[in-house]
């Protein structure tokens, strides 16, 4: 396992379209070990892999509800219920913390770490989390949805 370099504000591949995973393989499975690695030494709460620099549909996520950590390959949100108005902030905008609307449930289906299909209903924190997650398969930041007015910079 490795830790891997977080991609931050203004690199281009946070702005592209992930590519589809055809098959997981010992390549996808190390990159989900170094993606989680890599988000418990920068306490995230999830991770997608262009984060990291690898433009393929990977996810993982872990919100320490004793169900995780959560793994998710070529993520397809399903359905959407509800809103709910969140504190967000994400790895790649560090010290940037707002307010976001989300779906307050999701049910997603994708495959695990081992190749198979799954469908999850999630609420909550972890729907939040597979939302910002599956954002930036697709290119997608939290920056883009922030309510106006609620950004706010953590100086250290």
């Given amino acids: 396992m490795a830790i891997r370099n977080i991609r931050e504000d203004g690199d281009e ?11 997981v393989d010992d390549k996808i499975k190390q ?15 999830g991770l997608a892999a262009p984060q990291v620099g690898v433009l393929k ?13 959560y793994v998710f390959i070529n993520p397809e949100i399903l359905k959407e219920k509800g809103e709910q108005e969140v504190d967000e902030g994400c790895l790649s905008f560090p010290n940037q913390f707002a307010k976001i609307i989300r779906p307050a449930e999701v049910t997603v289906k994708a495959l695990d770490k081992e190749g198979k299909e799954f469908k999850l209903k999630a609420k909550g924190l ?13 290119g997608i930041l939290f920056v883009d949805k922030i309510i106006p007015g609620t950004l706010e910079v953590i100086k250290n």
């Avoid at 591949?13 to 098959?23: D, F, G, H, P, Q």
């Avoid at 972890?126 to 697709?138: K, T």
């Fill in 13 to 23: 591949i946070l702005r592209k379209k992930c590519r589809t995973v055809e098959i």
């Fill in 31 to 45: 990159l989900v070990d170094d993606m989680l690695e890599t988000m418990y030494k920068y306490n995230g709460v």
């Fill in 57 to 69: 549909r990977v996810v993982v996520i872990d919100i320490e509800d004793d169900n995780g950590p």
């Fill in 126 to 138: 972890l729907a939040q989390a597979i939302s910002h997650e599956v954002d930036h398969l697709n």
